[in-house]
């Protein structure tokens, strides 16, 4: 028996089935990348330490590993693995590292920014229904975050207020729901850490293009984790995360000093599942 089956051996007995799939694939891959690239006890060193620098880069404000995932595109793979579904017209993405929880409930057609937040308003209408039959959903939760435009979510930021540019909305008997956003935002991702290290050997720039995060979930429905992107934007193709594509972009008209976006939501039967927020209360 070689090295790798006597070690996926050893994990045999785990009494969950699916667990057990999952760590027998681990290993098994995880000990062919090691026989293919031949990492020195130096490399070895170096790798070790820098997931304990991961660690030590995750806390409240933001979390390093699944900032890891985001850029070398895994968050985004099992997002298409889970949602994608032909025809579809609103995709699936990837929950990010600033989903904050307990955000607040917000009244119909309310702002979810402060007025001393600076930047153009957008106003977002729309209407949540069933992908299938297409009738509306009523009570249908839109959970919502950004950034502000210094390209800083509120967690991260001591001058803003606690939960700035949060918010939860519901739809109406209709379907159809009804807030005010800041004008979506680029940044760049956190590059004070590992991440960054990666990112720069790798000559990539850092930036995110400009966007609004929503969670939209209904019982008895598929919750939709998606982001709303700004038609026109360039910097949609070369997304860090691997996230922004046609299916999540949104046209974003100017009326006056504001701007106004109509966005539907579509949801397909399923389970009602809500994604653990990285950032707590």
Do not use: C
């Not at 991961?54 to 070398?72: C, P, Q, S, Y």
């Not at 991260?156 to 935002?185: C, I």
Request: glycine share 6%.
């Amino acid at each position: 028996m070689d090295f790798t089956k006597r070690v996926m051996s050893a994990y045999a007995k785990i009494d969950d089935p699916r667990l057990r799939s999952i760590i027998a694939a681990l290993i098994k891959h995880l000990h062919a990348f090691v026989n293919e690239i031949r990492p020195t006890d130096q490399e070895f060193e170096f790798a070790w330490d820098y997931m304990a620098r991961m660690a030590a880069k995750t806390g409240a404000e933001r979390n390093e590993f699944l900032l890891m995932a985001d850029v070398i595109g895994v968050s985004q793979m099992v997002e298409s693995i889970n949602h994608d579904e032909p025809g579809k017209p609103v995709g699936f993405a990837l929950v990010g590292p600033f989903l904050r929880a307990n955000d607040p409930f917000r009244d119909r057609g309310a702002a979810d920014v402060s007025d001393d937040t600076p930047g153009a308003r957008v106003r977002i209408t729309g209407k949540v229904y069933d992908f299938h039959t297409k009738v509306p959903i009523e009570g249908a939760i839109l959970d919502t975050w950004q950034a502000a435009s210094n390209g800083l979510y509120e967690n991260q930021d001591e001058n803003q207020p606690d939960y700035n540019l949060r918010g939860k909305y519901r739809s109406d008997r209709n379907g159809t729901f009804d807030l005010v956003a800041l004008m979506p935002t680029a940044y760049p991702v956190p590059t004070d850490g590992p991440v960054g290290e990666l990112l720069r050997a790798a000559k990539r720039p850092p930036d995110r293009p400009a966007h609004i995060h929503f969670i939209v979930s209904a019982p008895g429905y598929e919750t939709l984790v998606t982001q709303i992107f700004v038609k026109g934007d360039k910097q949609i193709e070369e997304d860090v995360v691997f996230t922004a594509d046609e299916k999540m972009i949104g046209d974003f008209k100017r009326e006056g000093d504001r701007f106004s976006l109509v966005y539907d939501f579509p949801l397909r039967r399923g389970v009602s599942t809500i994604p653990k927020a990285p950032i707590p209360a």
